[in-house]
């Protein structure tokens, strides 16, 4: 992203912008196996290097690079393995096994040959076994099957001090726990992920679009808001999931998965929502349809592979909306008042995702997460994943699209932070200068977490932004990083009162726009 990379050379940018290494990685070991991490761990050690690690390079914040770092460069680590009947303490039944650098769509495709679904990312470029699922990791499936995180089985990773480990919930349960969720690049190396399979079949789907100026501004707001409150209903009818976005002028789902459902069930579940347009008058397109698999699915809405259709520079931040937030009439109207407003330009869009992903809950399948693991406790309350972005632009000074960062870091997602103040934000698609990074990223787990990062790199040698134990290096003016002489342990943080209202930060007043109606 360019606002963290600075005036390092882009791929993508006109041939007339600077083109400096700046904060990428200066060497990089093309790693094809344990020896070259072990190797490449004990080189950085002896010379006191940072060390980074890269899959696909997908990172939103910049943990995968950094300036002057020697980069683990895990995109050859391939391999990909359908295990027909996994056995152990807590699972038994089909599984599938990832290098770390396999991508998305190459497991998406072993596992549909052999008549199967993984859960991974939307983006079909994004590597499974990376930031992605040691983040979480959301998709559209999420509804029926739980996050990434929730499937996995076993990690094989490679510590700072160089032990080759097989993590699981029987063995090494405490890195399996940080691992499954936790955050990627500070834990150790992963090697290789065996996660959940599940039978394939067919999904439903569909799109719905309409726009503010034959809706009207008001009524268009007011159709948001109670497509916002009929999202649960629609999403807990069986595992569905539900993708829109939000601009000034439109509203459009572009992805609906609803699996097991045919093209006619899609229409009946989007029924009542149409009835309240039609009430309100606003003319709309809806059209359902129904794929084989999984697969054909997302080809049909995320196309084209393998790199699919989302910007490679872009100002991202983003909130989970807890399902209270879009039932409870104030709350409703104060998040619409909120989405109106960053919407109101054209510089910023809201892409909002359904989801349901707790797992407790009684409104999805019988599938349960593997074991207990680090996912961020709001996603389990969470009903919708929300996304604000704007392209970058290449046309105007550097400043002003430095502005619009600000914009984005300390204003938007701070407004849609005071309207869910008991939630949090996905860590693999924040914004990278977000302030209450503990508490958004992490919640009730940090300490937790901060445990297991010193056992298992006391050194700090792994760092990466807004990541657990970050707190030891920070990185200067010019992209360097520097020890900050805050080598914070978890004793610190539980024996200082100050520290806990740190990890556990209250939601901020909301900026003055979001309480002020303004239309």
């Given amino acids: 992203m360019p ?92 599984a599938i096994k990832v290098g770390a650098g396999v991508l998305g769509i190459e497991a998406y495709e072993a596992a549909d040959r052999a008549g199967y679904r993984v859960i991974g990312g939307n983006c079909p470029s994004v590597g499974l076994a990376g930031g992605y699922t040691q983040g979480g990791g959301h998709s559209s499936l999420s509804s029926q099957y739980g996050l990434a995180a929730d499937n996995v089985l ?70 948001v808001g109670l497509f916002n409150q009929r999202l649960p209903a629609i999403t807990n009818a069986g595992g569905n999931t539900v993708a829109y976005s939000l601009a000034s002028s439109a509203f459009g789902i572009y992805n609906l998965a609803a699996p097991g459902k045919s093209a006619e069930e899609v229409r009946a ?35 084209p592979f393998p790199d699919g259709p989302f910007q490679t520079s872009a100002l991202l931040g983003s909130r989970l909306v807890p399902e209270v937030v879009l039932l409870e009439e104030a709350n409703n109207e104060a998040l619409t ?26 409104k999805l399948s019988s599938v349960s997460r593997v074991a207990d693991n680090a996912v961020l406790p709001a996603w389990r309350d969470a009903a919708v994943h929300a996304i604000v972005t704007a392209p970058w632009d290449w046309t105007v000074p550097r400043a002003e699209m430095e502005h619009r960062q600000d914009l984005l870091a300390n204003e938007i997602t701070e ?52 990541a657990v134990g970050s707190e030891a290096w920070g990185v200067d003016a010019e992209g360097r990083l520097c020890p900050t002489g805050m080598n914070y342990r978890s004793d610190d943080f539980a024996l200082s009162e100050s520290w ?18 303004y239309y």
């Fill in 337 to 362: 008042r909120v989405l109106r407003r960053m919407a109101s330009g054209s510089k910023f869009v809201v892409l909002m995702q359904s989801l349901n992903v707790n797992l407790s809950s009684g």
């Fill in 154 to 223: 076993e990690w094989e990773v490679v510590t700072a001090g160089g032990e080759h480990l097989i993590a699981t919930p029987e063995s090494n349960e405490d890195l399996y726990w940080a691992l499954s969720g936790g955050g990627g690049g500070t834990f150790g190396v992963v090697i290789s992920m065996t996660a959940r399979l599940h039978q394939d079949g067919p999904i439903g789907g569909g799109y719905l679009t309409f726009d503010n100026a034959t809706a009207g501004s008001d009524a268009f707001w007011k159709a």
């Fill in 3 to 94: 606002a963290w990379f600075q005036e390092s050379c882009n791929p993508f940018s006109p041939p007339p912008q600077p083109c400096v290494l700046g904060n990428y990685a200066s060497y990089s070991i093309n790693v094809t196996g344990v020896e070259d991490v072990v190797t490449g761990i004990e080189f950085a050690k002896a010379r006191d290097i940072r060390l980074v690690v890269k899959n696909t390079g997908h990172d939103l914040a910049g943990r995968s690079t950094g300036k002057g770092a020697l980069s683990l460069w895990m995109h050859n680590v391939k391999g990909t393995e359908i295990i027909s009947e996994y056995k152990s303490g807590y699972y038994t039944g089909p």
């Fill in 500 to 517: 806990s209202e740190v990890i556990m930060q209250p939601a901020a007043q909301a900026p003055e726009w979001v309480m002020n109606e």
């Fill in 269 to 303: 579940l989007l029924a009542p929502y149409l009835a309240d347009l039609e009430g309100l008058g606003i003319p709309y397109n809806c059209s359902t349809h129904e794929s084989s698999t999984y697969l054909e699915q997302l080809r049909r809405d995320y196309s």
């Fill in 415 to 466: 407004a849609l932070r005071a309207v869910t103040p008991t939630s949090g934000t996905y860590l693999n698609e924040a914004n990278f200068a977000q302030k209450h990074w503990r508490s958004d990223f992490y919640g009730t787990n940090y300490l937790r977490l901060l445990t297991i990062k010193e056992k298992y790199d006391p050194d700090s040698l792994f760092y990466a932004t807004a």
